[in-house]
């Protein structure tokens, strides 16, 4: 069968253009469809970037640009009984999470995928497939009516209703929390510091008070006890004194709602799919799990899950030996990292529903104490941060794999590369979509050069950099591998759970895929060896 596309990508949102920003920096062709007639650009119901998603962002060129339209978060602060119980704070060498409404984060995506070639195709949505085992076949209802696509694989990136998930017959098990919330965007006016976002633990239910970039406030509550609950019409919109009374009754100091940009009511569900693949259909983001927004850590979950699914698509569009292998990897990295997700969104949901004098006392108490301690700040905000994940019991990482490589195994410092009088900082040689291979050759020049022909026929998907002292800068300097050379200061070497190693593996995504000791780099390429046949789908 003729597979005219390789990846056709569902659903507009974070996960989908992150995951189509991925392939097109690889040159691998993609379609982005959404079955919206356009993206709101004020409904935002996601606010928070964390450090592991900003990471995937940085790699795509845009981060930058998030951060200043963004606001950058200094603290979270918890209150219960109008008492201040602990604050939270950013950086100082730990995570800083950037407040940017979604809408504005999708803008920024989707300028850049347009910089690569793709334009998000509005009003078009997936209608019926097909997979027939070497492709899918595609049934799209757009603007000028219906196509049929064939297309080597579909990512569902289309939210908790997918409509790839439905016709994949993929279960979406979970529950639905029997409470009710609102939020509430707009003209509120607070004493409030535009670097903070606050908790109240209202025995009726939680307040969260956030600053908006633009200005204005956004209050998020818990709606089910809010002051004349048993007359509100559910399907009605907020009023703003509807949410004025809620903010009276729970704020620990004044707020006051002048005006509301955007409301909505809605529930909260934790779910997850049964299985993130059914063939060559794959989901990521929200078909395959939702939770609370307790953490903000749903655009985050799924940012990375289309960066992790898009590096791996578009190797085995390359043309892989073992492309089961490298997307057995997917699921097996980004479901457990769901499930901690989901456990501490959870977690988190049924503290903010505590209403016993007893239960209130116990937990405002063991929250103060994680606050005074710096608890919350060494161990919760790490893991909200996503940004140091633990794959190594991943089918797809070899020998000493599964971490990320900068700041676990190797140092990030300035390198000098050969023939530049300019130094740069090691990280910025492994943003590309290639895999990275580093070698720490010291003076073993004839090893370095055996690794490089080894390499060679592989570059069409890996780069190879040589980390070398100043002394073996000379005999370097005019051979065929100086363009791969860079100077590091002396003594640099992988340390950590890379200690030992003169060969390490990078993968797209900053992880280690396979490290060794010996410079002999044929085992640790194998995985990226292609497959014997050619690839029937274009790159681009």
Same mark, same amino acid.
């Given at each position: 069968?003729?597979?005219?596309?390789?990846?056709?990508?569902?659903?507009?949102?974070?996960?989908?253009?992150?995951?189509?920003?991925?392939l097109r920096r690889a040159g691998v062709a993609c379609r982005v469809v959404d079955?919206?007639?356009? $993206?709101?650009?004020?409904?935002?119901?996601?606010?928070?970037?964390?450090?592991?998603?900003?990471?995937?962002? &940085?790699?795509?060129?845009?981060?930058?640009?998030?951060?200043?339209?963004?606001?950058?978060?200094?603290?979270?602060?918890?209150?219960?009984?109008?008492?201040?119980?602990?604050?939270?704070?950013?950086?100082?060498?730990?995570?800083?999470?950037?407040c940017e409404p979604q809408p504005t984060l999708e803008r920024i995506q989707r300028? $850049?995928?347009?910089?690569?070639?793709?334009?998000?195709?509005?009003?078009?949505?997936?209608?019926?497939?097909?997979?027939?085992?070497?492709?899918?076949?595609?049934?799209?209802?757009?603007?000028?009516?219906?196509?049929?696509?064939?297309?080597?694989?579909?990512?569902?990136?289309?939210?908790?209703?997918?409509?790839?998930?439905?016709?994949?017959?993929?279960?979406?098990?979970?529950?639905?929390?029997?409470?009710?919330?609102?939020?509430?965007?707009?003209?509120?006016?607070?004493?409030?510091?535009?670097?903070?976002?606050?908790?109240?633990?209202?025995?009726?239910?939680?307040?969260?008070?956030?600053?908006?970039?633009?200005?204005?406030?956004?209050?998020?509550?818990?709606?089910?006890?809010?002051?004349?609950?048993?007359?509100?019409?559910?399907?009605?919109?907020?009023?703003?004194?509807?949410?004025?009374?809620?903010?009276?009754?729970?704020?620990?100091?004044?707020?006051?709602?002048?005006?509301?940009?955007?409301?909505?009511?809605?529930?909260?569900?934790?779910?997850?799919?049964?299985?993130? &693949?059914?063939?060559?259909?794959?989901?990521?983001?929200?078909?395959?799990?939702?939770?609370?927004?307790?953490?903000?850590?749903?655009?985050?979950?799924?940012?990375?899950?289309?960066?992790?699914?898009?590096?791996?698509?578009?190797?085995?569009?390359?043309?892989?030996?073992?492309?089961?292998?490298?997307?057995?990897?997917?699921?097996?990295? &980004?479901?457990?990292?769901?499930?901690?997700?989901?456990?501490?969104?959870?977690?988190?949901?049924?503290?903010?529903?505590?209403?016993?004098?007893?239960? $209130?006392?116990?937990?405002?108490?063991?929250?103060?104490?994680?606050?005074?301690?710096?608890?919350?700040?060494?161990?919760?905000?790490?893991?909200?941060?996503?940004?140091?994940?633990?794959?190594?019991?991943?089918?797809?990482?070899?020998?000493?794999?599964?971490?990320?490589?900068?700041?676990?195994g190797v140092r990030d410092v300035d390198v000098q590369p050969l023939g530049e009088?300019?130094?740069?900082?090691?990280?910025?040689?492994?943003?590309?979509?290639?895999?990275?291979?580093?070698?720490?050759?010291?003076?073993?020049?004839?090893?370095?050069?055996?690794?490089?022909?080894?390499?060679?026929?592989?570059?069409? &998907?890996?780069?190879?950099?040589?980390?070398?002292?100043?002394?073996?800068?000379?005999?370097?300097?005019?051979?065929?591998?100086?363009?791969?050379?860079?100077?590091?200061?002396?003594?640099?070497?992988?340390?950590?759970?890379?200690?030992?190693?003169?060969?390490?593996?990078?993968?797209?995504?900053?992880?280690?895929?396979?490290?060794?000791?010996?410079?002999?780099?044929?085992?640790?390429?194998?995985?990226?060896?292609?497959?014997?046949?050619?690839?029937?789908?274009?790159?681009?």
């Open positions: 069968m003729t597979v005219a596309l390789p990846v056709l990508v569902v659903g507009a949102g974070p996960t989908g253009l992150a995951l189509a920003t991925e079955r919206a007639a356009d $993206r709101p650009a004020h409904q935002a119901r996601a606010l928070t970037v964390w450090p592991g998603a900003l990471d995937v962002l &940085r790699r795509h060129g845009i981060a930058d640009q998030v951060v200043a339209s963004g606001l950058t978060m200094a603290a979270s602060k918890y209150f219960s009984d109008g008492k201040l119980l602990a604050t939270v704070r950013f950086g100082d060498g730990g995570p800083v999470p950037v300028a $850049r995928l347009a910089d690569l070639g793709v334009d998000v195709e509005w009003g078009t949505e997936l209608i019926a497939m097909r997979d027939t085992g070497d492709a899918v076949e595609a049934v799209l209802d757009g603007p000028a009516g219906q196509e049929l696509v064939t297309t080597a694989w579909v990512a569902g990136c289309d939210g908790a209703n997918s409509k790839v998930r439905e016709l994949a017959e993929i279960r979406f098990t979970g529950k639905t929390y029997p409470r009710s919330y609102i939020l509430g965007d707009g003209d509120i006016v607070g004493d409030v510091p535009r670097d903070e976002v606050h908790y109240t633990l209202h025995r009726d239910g939680v307040l969260v008070v956030v600053p908006l970039p633009e200005g204005g406030l956004r209050v998020f509550a818990d709606a089910t006890r809010m002051p004349g609950a048993a007359d509100v019409d559910p399907e009605a919109p907020l009023t703003t004194a509807q949410l004025q009374a809620l903010a009276d009754q729970r704020a620990p100091y004044p707020l006051e709602v002048r005006d509301l940009v955007w409301s909505t009511r809605f529930q909260v569900h934790l779910r997850r799919a049964e299985r993130y &693949r059914a063939g060559r259909v794959l989901l990521a983001g929200d078909a395959a799990h939702i939770h609370s927004p307790a953490g903000g850590q749903g655009m985050n979950t799924g940012i990375q899950d289309g960066a992790n699914l898009g590096w791996r698509l578009a190797l085995i569009t390359r043309g892989v030996a073992d492309h089961e292998r490298v997307l057995a990897g997917y699921e097996a990295e &980004r479901g457990p990292v769901a499930t901690q997700v989901m456990r501490s969104s959870d977690q988190q949901t049924r503290l903010w529903g505590v209403r016993s004098r007893i239960g $209130r006392k116990v937990r405002d108490r063991v929250l103060a104490r994680m606050g005074r301690t710096g608890f919350l700040e060494r161990n919760v905000m790490p893991a909200m941060a996503q940004d140091d994940l633990d794959h190594t019991a991943s089918p797809a990482v070899g020998p000493n794999g599964g971490r990320r490589a900068l700041g676990v009088t300019a130094a740069v900082p090691l990280r910025s040689l492994l943003t590309g979509p290639a895999h990275v291979l580093l070698l720490w050759p010291g003076a073993d020049v004839a090893a370095a050069r055996a690794a490089l022909a080894a390499a060679a026929p592989l570059a069409d &998907r890996l780069e190879v950099r040589l980390l070398i002292p100043a002394d073996a800068a000379a005999e370097l300097a005019n051979g065929p591998e100086a363009k791969s050379a860079v100077v590091v200061p002396d003594g640099h070497e992988p340390h950590g759970p890379l200690a030992g190693c003169r060969a390490v593996l990078v993968r797209p995504d900053g992880y280690v895929a396979a490290a060794s000791p010996v410079l002999d780099v044929a085992e640790l390429l194998a995985p990226l060896r292609p497959a014997a046949a050619p690839v029937a789908a274009p790159l681009a």
